[in-house]
């Protein structure tokens, strides 16, 4: 079994910035894919970010480039979300998945192991 648990959400006006962090703990792999999913109150949950093992390659939603990066401490089995220019409509509960295993796909059953989502909330 792994253990997610995610850190760093809370409320923000737009504009803002906030660090998301995910930390791992519990079984592990030899490569361990790690993503940021998000849900919005009445919407599917959909892919935010991804990084591979190495972090060597990292994966944006459109909606998000240029705004959020992901990146990985394995030393700390940690992957963070840094979110700039906070926009409403990313507001949502963020939840960290995992995967063992290579490739970074974006689908939601695609990850075994999620953490119990942090909450953003961005004010206009």
């Known amino acids: 079994q792994v253990q997610l648990e995610e850190s760093g959400g809370g409320l923000v006006q737009a504009g803002g910035s906030l660090r998301l962090s995910c930390a791992a703990s519990?079984?592990?792999?030899?490569?361990?894919?790690m993503v940021w999913f998000r849900q919005a109150p009445g919407k599917e949950r959909e892919f935010v970010a991804g990084?591979?093992?190495?972090?060597?390659?990292?994966y944006l939603a459109d909606s998000v480039k240029g705004r959020f990066t992901i990146s990985r401490d394995n030393a700390k089995n940690t992957v963070y979300l840094q979110m700039n220019s906070l926009k409403p409509e990313d507001t949502a509960v963020y939840h960290c998945?995992?995967?063992?295993?290579?490739?970074?796909?974006?689908?939601?059953?695609?990850?075994?192991?999620w953490g119990q989502g942090t909450q953003v909330t961005v004010s206009s």
């Open positions: 998945a995992a995967r063992a295993g290579a490739g970074v796909p974006s689908e939601v059953n695609a990850y075994v192991y």
């Open positions: 519990g079984r592990t792999f030899s490569s361990v894919t």
């Open positions: 990084a591979s093992w190495s972090g060597g390659r990292t």
